[in-house]
């Protein structure tokens, strides 16, 4: 089945950008969504990209998608402690029906 | 317009007792899924209904037996709790069975379950 890996933790400082990454393994994934969890709360829709795009940038979001390598990330501009959070990659694999999600990344913004 | 909505909030158990875990959503979705979250493992889909009326086996079915009442409601039924089912219980639900885009899963708030 499919793979997606994420390191588990990352830190950064306020005002500092943060880049989460993912790698995969189902080259045949056509739309790869990132989600953001909150202390104690469901999962919300953050991003996603389109596989036939290498770049999707929305307000301080930016998307890569470096589709040979399967490797995705999600770069936060000018983090804030808002954005402290666990983030999850979710490439859509399966025939295009299944979302399979990484471990997640907990991002801590310290002060 | 609330989304998607899951009860009990939190639930502690025995082994060997049962329970339903709730889930509405109001979007006129046509497909539910339910998932478990356990640390360092990310989220684990254990049932999915892709429309009203069928019901599918996901990636850990075993312990659980799931029912769509109608469009908006999904429910996750364990018969006999052990303790390897603690866990936190998401629902989601999508307008499709394949995700487009921005018409993919959107997830209720989550159900902890402690089975002791």
């Known amino acids: 089945g499919e793979d997606v890996e994420q390191s588990l933790f990352l830190s950064v400082r306020e005002g500092d950008s943060s880049v989460i990454n993912c790698t995969y393994t189902?080259?045949?994934?056509?739309?790869l969504y990132w989600y953001k969890q909150e202390p104690g709360a469901g999962l919300q829709l953050l991003t996603y990209?389109?596989?036939?795009?290498d770049m999707k940038q929305d307000q301080r979001l930016t998307v890569l998608l470096n589709k040979k390598d399967k490797h995705l990330s999600l770069r936060i501009a000018d983090t804030q402690t808002g954005d402290s959070a666990i983030y999850f990659c979710?490439?859509?694999?399966?025939?295009?029906?299944?979302?399979?999600f990484g471990t997640g990344t907990q991002l801590k913004v310290e002060l | 317009n609330a989304g998607v909505t899951q009860t009990p909030k939190f639930q502690v158990l025995k082994t060997g007792q049962s329970m339903t875990l709730q889930c509405a959503q109001d979007?006129?979705?046509?497909?539910m899924y339910w998932y478990r979250q356990d640390p360092g493992m990310g989220l684990r889909l254990i049932y999915y209904s892709a429309s009203e009326g069928t019901t599918d086996k996901g990636e850990v079915p075993n312990g659980y037996n799931v029912s769509r009442l109608n469009k908006r409601e999904f429910s996750l039924r364990l018969e006999s709790a052990a303790p390897s089912q603690t866990s936190v219980y998401f629902c989601a639900s999508s307008l499709y069975a394949q995700p487009t885009g921005r018409e993919t899963q959107y997830f209720g708030p989550g159900t902890r379950l402690l089975v002791l």
């Open positions: 979007m006129n979705h046509n497909s």
């Open positions: 979710a490439p859509l694999t399966g025939g295009g029906n299944k979302l399979t």
């Open positions: 990209i389109f596989s036939n795009m």
């Open positions: 189902d080259s045949s994934s056509t739309y």
